[in-house]
């Protein structure tokens, strides 16, 4: 590829200091891989990285880059139903720390502000005057008992709730889902700290997303980040996490030193996952989480687990104050509607979404509005839509 330019260096950090000094703060860092040693190099020279980039020229040429979505909204086009869904990767695969060669894909910066519309209703409902904005969302997936839930917020807000029409009754219900998600979001932000403790059963991906989540911020922010894989009632046997670490040249400590702790940098911290069954290691989770407050606790779970598997995952985790949820494996879940039904059923927000073992992409921050949209999104509107600021004025709270 004509467009592609390499950089070596001894860690991720100096090669991507060659690339921005290079090709400028816009280059879009598309490979990140160790460099192969020959049988007797590997004896006397350190381990590199190289760094492949695309010419900030060529962006505007790229099909990739040429999409004016954000990376939360590729991601979903990419696992909708009847489009091209990106195979899942076995268990031999987990330990993978390189992208395929020359494929471009731009680490995911700050999403920009959705664009809020309202809810359009599909053409079937506008031929049946039997049709409620309730049984919309049983149609796409809710499930009855937080349709009723949604249902019940809308009247007590909209009191003419029931004489509206099939489309103002979905904006109705939008408007209280994402006042009650944006308060979600609002407390999560507000516990938010710079320690980040990823918490969770085996198997559900929460050092992978660890690993992406540093890679962004070491390499798209471009800010200084430290790396805790602690041992709890298991060792902690996650190699991949350390030697992603140092390609980044990020350090890595396997002990819990409160005296090291430096509030001006973002800290990951990595725990063994535990079964709820295991109630010694639940314990062992409970005391290592109390021992290194004040920190963001967030709980990673696998989207393609059964509703009720993870309802009861969450309840599990109840001894430790969690501030929001990581879902995973998004790359093998169609059904969005089941995350509308996880949040409604545990009161706490849905902050990150991932899939897939790639790095450093399919990591992005979720908002109430992607979320809504992810679910509704496939509703084609009839009807020319009204913005959101003019919804408000028409349904003013009086």
Not at 169 to 189: N, S, T, V, Y
Not at 255 to 273: A, M, N, Q, Y
Request: proline share 8%.
């Amino acid at each position: 590829m004509n467009h592609i330019r390499r950089y070596t260096a001894q860690n991720a950090k100096l090669a991507l200091e060659e690339v921005y000094k290079a090709l400028g703060p816009d280059a879009v860092v598309v490979n990140i891989r160790k460099v192969p040693k020959g049988v007797f190099q590997g004896m006397f020279q350190a381990p590199k990285v190289e760094v492949s980039a695309l010419l900030p020229a060529a962006q505007q040429t790229a099909p990739r880059q040429a999409e004016s979505q954000v990376p939360l909204e590729r991601s979903i086009q990419n696992i909708q139903p009847g489009s091209q869904a990106q195979p899942s990767l076995g268990a031999g695969n987990g330990s993978r720390l390189d992208l395929v060669d020359d494929t471009p894909i731009e680490i995911p910066k700050p999403s920009l502000p959705a664009e809020d519309k309202i809810v359009p209703v599909p053409p079937r409902v506008r031929a049946s005057e039997r049709w409620s904005g309730k049984q919309v969302l049983e149609s796409i997936g809710i499930l009855p008992r937080y349709v009723e839930r949604l249902t019940r917020l809308a009247k007590r807000r909209f009191p003419q709730f029931e004489e509206a029409s099939v489309s103002d009754q979905l904006a109705h219900i939008r408007f209280c889902l994402l006042d009650h998600w944006g308060g979600l979001h609002a407390k999560a932000e507000k516990g938010s700290r710079s320690r980040k403790l990823l918490i969770g059963p085996p198997g559900c991906g929460k050092t992978t997303a660890l690993c992406k989540w540093m890679t962004q911020t070491v390499l798209a922010k471009r800010e200084p980040a430290r790396v805790w894989r602690l041992d709890a009632h298991l060792a902690n046997t996650a190699e991949m996490l350390t030697v992603h670490a140092e390609m980044l040249d990020v350090p890595v400590a396997r002990l819990w030193k409160p005296e090291e702790f430096d509030d001006s940098i973002t800290h990951f911290i990595d725990v063994p996952g535990v079964m709820p069954s295991d109630t010694e290691g639940m314990k062992s989770i409970v005391t290592l989480a109390n021992g290194i407050q004040p920190a963001e606790c967030l709980l990673v779970l696998n989207s393609a687990y059964e509703l009720s598997h993870l309802i009861g995952l969450v309840r599990s985790f109840g001894e430790i104050p969690i501030n929001g949820l990581i879902m995973t494996h998004l790359d093998e879940e169609t059904g969005w509607s089941k995350l509308w039904n996880l949040s409604l059923a545990v009161d706490l927000p849905i902050l990150y979404c991932s899939g897939g073992q790639e790095m450093p992409g399919d990591f992005v921050e979720t908002r109430p509005s992607d979320l809504f949209h992810a679910v509704m999104k496939h509703l084609k509107p009839h009807t020319p839509q009204r913005t959101e600021s003019e919804e408000l004025k028409r349904h003013a709270i009086r």
